[in-house]
Nanobody, 124 residues
Framework: QVRLVESGGGLVQAGGSLRLSCAAS????????VGWFRQAPGKEREFVAA????????KYRDSVEGRFTISRDNAKNTVYLQTNGLKPEDTAVYYC?????????????????WGQGTQVIVSS
């Protein structure tokens, strides 16, 4: 079992930055690929970023490429999402998810564990 807890969300002006964290319980965290998703009001959930078990492979949706950076610290059982250059369209609840296997499963929306989310609001 893995429990995921997100934090770091908040209200920020356009162009600002936030660092989201996903803290995981369980000693096998390093065996999971981890990803971030987001869901805005009235919209479907969408993939944002994913990182492999070792952190050597990362993937992003096109609209955040170059602005967001996903990283992980397996010693701390934590995955981060550094969000820079935030835009109003980035406003959403951000969730992290963990899955056994590769980042491809995350990109396809597959997951074994899911967090409760953290709200990001970007004002114009």
């Amino acid at each position: 079992q893995v429990r995921l807890v997100e934090s770091g969300g908040g209200l920020v002006q356009a162009g600002g930055s936030l660092r989201l964290s996903c803290a995981a319980s369980g000693r096998t965290f390093s065996t999971y690929a981890v990803g971030w998703f987001r869901q805005a009001p009235g919209k479907e959930r969408e993939f944002v970023a994913a990182i492999s078990l070792s952190g050597g492979t990362t993937k992003y949706r096109d609209s955040v490429e170059g602005r967001f950076t996903i990283s992980r610290d397996n010693a701390k059982n934590t995955v981060y999402l550094q969000t820079n250059g935030l835009k109003p369209e980035d406003t959403a609840v951000y969730y992290c998810a963990a899955v056994t296997g590769t980042t491809n499963r995350i990109v396809r929306g597959e997951y074994d564990y899911w967090g409760q989310g953290t709200q990001v609001i970007v004002s114009s």
